[in-house]
C-alpha cells in the first residue's frame, strides 16, 4: 500500500497504532484512515466482528495485547491512538512511552481527520448517536458523500464510519470524558443535558457545565441547535447566544425565527410523524423508527443538514429512508408470535422513552425486558430512577451489573435495582446462563421481549430466540 501524502492524513497519524481497534470509536478511525492511505496497525483484547473488513482494507490487527504488536508496521508507528478505557498498565501503551511514540486520545485523532472539513458535531446526554446517524442518512440521501463517525452501525450500509468527498465531517460528541472539547465544529447539536458519567466528571455541575465549555468551541460563525424543551440545553442556548453564538432550537416551545417548532407527533405501526412549524412553512418528518424521542432527533438532524446546506425536500427523504442503527431498538427475530428487539439504553431517561416507544410497538401484546445494569457508579447513583422507569414493563430481568472499565463494589449489584421497580413483575438473576431460560420461560404468545443495556446483554437475544424455537417445535 502506497503511503498517503495528501493533508487528508495528518502527518502523525500516517502510521498509526490503535489499542483497542475493535471498538466502536476506534474501528471508526481506523477505517477512515485505512481509507485516506494511511498504514495502520492495531490489537484488541479479543476477537470482533470489525477486524473483517478492517484486515481487508489492509490492517494488520492482533488479538491479544503485547508490546511487540508495536512492530507490525514498517518502520513502527507514528503514533499510538487510545481511548479512555485503556489503562496506562496496558502493555502496548507503556511500550510507546519507553520508546518516546507520540500518544494520542481517540478524540485527538478524529479532530485531525476533520482538518479541511465543514464539522458538524452531535452531543447529548441521550439521542447522540441516532441523531448523528440520522443527519448522515439524509446528507447521503442529498448526495453530499459526507464523512462520519458514529458509536453504532448504520442499517443501511452497516457501517460506523466512512471517508467521503463531500466536505462535510459529520461526528458523535462525546462527552463521557470531555474529550469532545478536542473538537471545533461549525454546526453543533445538544440533544439534551441530564447528568451522567458522574465516575469521570464527579459532580452533575461538573457534567453540566463541560457542554457549555463545548458550545465555546463553536467555530466564528458557527450555530448551536438545541432542544427547547430540555431545560439545561435551554439554558445553554440562552448563555451561548449571550456570548454572540448563534442559536437555533427545535421542540415544542421552540417558535423563534428559524426554529423548528413541532406542534404534533402521530405515532404509526412502523415509526412516527412529526408535523413541525418551519420558517412559517408546516412540514410532515416521517421517521421509520418508534418513540416521540426519535422523531424529535429526526427534527434537530433536519436542521443540522439544512445548516450544512442541504435541501430540506432531500433531508425530508433521507429521515424516512433511515432505518436505524444497531442496537437502538434492533429487531432480533420473531419464534412464533413473540418479537425479540436489542437496545442500547443505558440510563433510566433511555430506558423510560424506549418503554414508551416499545409499549406502543407491543400493541395488545405485553412488554418483557430483560435488562443489565451497566457501571456500578452508574447503578449507585440511579437505582431508583431505572427502578422508576423499568416498571413502564409487565415483567423485567434484572440481570447483575456489567462492570465495564469500573471494578465491584461492595453492595453493589442488579438488585439495587430489582427491589425498587414496582408495577411490573420482577425477577432479579444474577446468574447470565440462566436468563434464557427465564425469558422464555416468562414470555406469551404476541408478547414483544426487549434485551436492553450498553454490555454483553445484547447476545442474549438470538439465545432466546433460539430457545423459543426449541421448545415450539
Known amino acids: 500500500m ?50 473483517l473488513t478492517l484486515r481487508a482494507q489492509g490492517a494488520e490487527i492482533a488479538v491479544g495485547q503485547h508490546a511487540d504488536n508495536l512492530d507490525a508496521l514498517p518502520g513502527g508507528p507514528s503514533a ?71 458509536g453504532g452501525d448504520l442499517n443501511e450500509s452497516g457501517a460506523n464510519a466512512h471517508h467521503g468527498e463531500g466536505g462535510v465531517f459529520v461526528a458523535e460528541a462525546d462527552e463521557s ?6 473538537y471545533s465544529p461549525s454546526v453543533a447539536v445538544v440533544t439534551n443535558i441530564e447528568p451522567d458519567h458522574l465516575d469521570h466528571h464527579g459532580t452533575a455541575e461538573a457534567y453540566v457545565a463541560v457542554f457549555a465549555e463545548f458550545a465555546r468551541r463553536i467555530e466564528p460563525g458557527g450555530v448551536l441547535i ?38 404534533a407527533y402521530v405515532p404509526g405501526e412502523d415509526g412516527g410523524t412529526a408535523r413541525i412549524s418551519l420558517g412559517g412553512e408546516e412540514i410532515e418528518v416521517r421517521v421509520a423508527v418508534p418513540g416521540e424521542h ?32 444497531r442496537r437502538r431498538f434492533e429487531f432480533k427475530g420473531r419464534a412464533g408470535d413473540v418479537r425479540v428487539y436489542d437496545d442500547y439504553a443505558h440510563h433510566p431517561t433511555e430506558v423510560a422513552a424506549q418503554l414508551k416507544a416499545v409499549r406502543h410497538a407491543a400493541g395488545l401484546g405485553r412488554v418483557v425486558v430483560v435488562f443489565q445494569p451497566h457501571l456500578y457508579s452508574r447503578t449507585r447513583a440511579f437505582s431508583r430512577e431505572f427502578a422508576e422507569a423499568l416498571g413502564l414493563a409487565d415483567e423485567v430481568v434484572v440481570l447483575d451489573v456489567y462492570g465495564a472499565r469500573e471494578e465491584p463494589e461492595p453492595g453493589v449489584t442488579g438488585e439495587l435495582v430489582a427491589r425498587e421497580i414496582t408495577g411490573a413483575n420482577v425477577h432479579y ?12 420461560d416468562l414470555v406469551k404468545p404476541g408478547d414483544l421481549l426487549v434485551t436492553m443495556g450498553a454490555g454483553d446483554v445484547t447476545q442474549l437475544g438470538p439465545e432466546i430466540l433460539t430457545e423459543l424455537d426449541r421448545r415450539g417445535e
Request: with cysteine; charged share 20%.
Open 177 to 182: 470524558d470531555g474529550s469532545f472539547l478536542t
Open 226 to 263: 438545541v432542544c427547547g424543551d430540555d431545560a439545561p440545553a435551554a439554558e445553554l442556548a440562552a448563555r451561548a447566544e449571550a456570548d454572540g453564538v448563534r442559536v437555533r432550537r427545535y421542540g415544542r416551545s421552540a417558535g423563534g425565527e428559524g426554529d423548528a417548532c413541532v406542534l
Open 294 to 325: 426519535m422523531a424529535f432527533n429526526a427534527v434537530a438532524a433536519l436542521l443540522a443538514g439544512l445548516e450544512l446546506g442541504a435541501p430540506v425536500d432531500g433531508l425530508i427523504q433521507g429521515l424516512a429512508a433511515f432505518g436505524g442503527v
Open 80 to 150: 499510538v491512538v487510545v481511548s479512555t478505557a485503556i489503562r496506562e498498565t496496558n502493555p502496548e501503551l507503556v511500550a510507546a512511552r519507553e520508546r518516546g511514540i507520540p500518544v494520542l486520545h481517540r478524540a485527538e485523532a478524529l479532530a485531525g481527520l476533520m482538518e479541511g472539513h465543514r464539522v458538524a458535531c452531535i452531543a447529548g446526554t441521550h439521542g447522540k448517536t441516532s441523531t448523528t446517524s440520522m443527519l448522515t442518512v439524509a446528507l447521503q440521501q442529498c448526495r453530499l458523500d459526507p464523512s462520519f463517525a458514529i
Open 429 to 440: 438473576e444474577p446468574a447470565f446462563d440462566r436468563a434464557v431460560g427465564l425469558a422464555a
Open 2 to 51: 502506497t503511503e498517503q501524502t495528501s493533508t487528508d492524513v495528518p502527518e502523525a497519524l500516517r502510521r498509526a497504532h490503535l489499542i483497542g481497534i475493535g471498538g466502536a470509536g476506534m474501528s471508526g478511525i481506523a477505517r477512515i484512515l485505512l481509507a485516506r492511505g494511511a498504514r495502520v496497525s492495531g490489537s484488541d483484547a479479543k476477537d470482533s466482528r470489525a477486524f
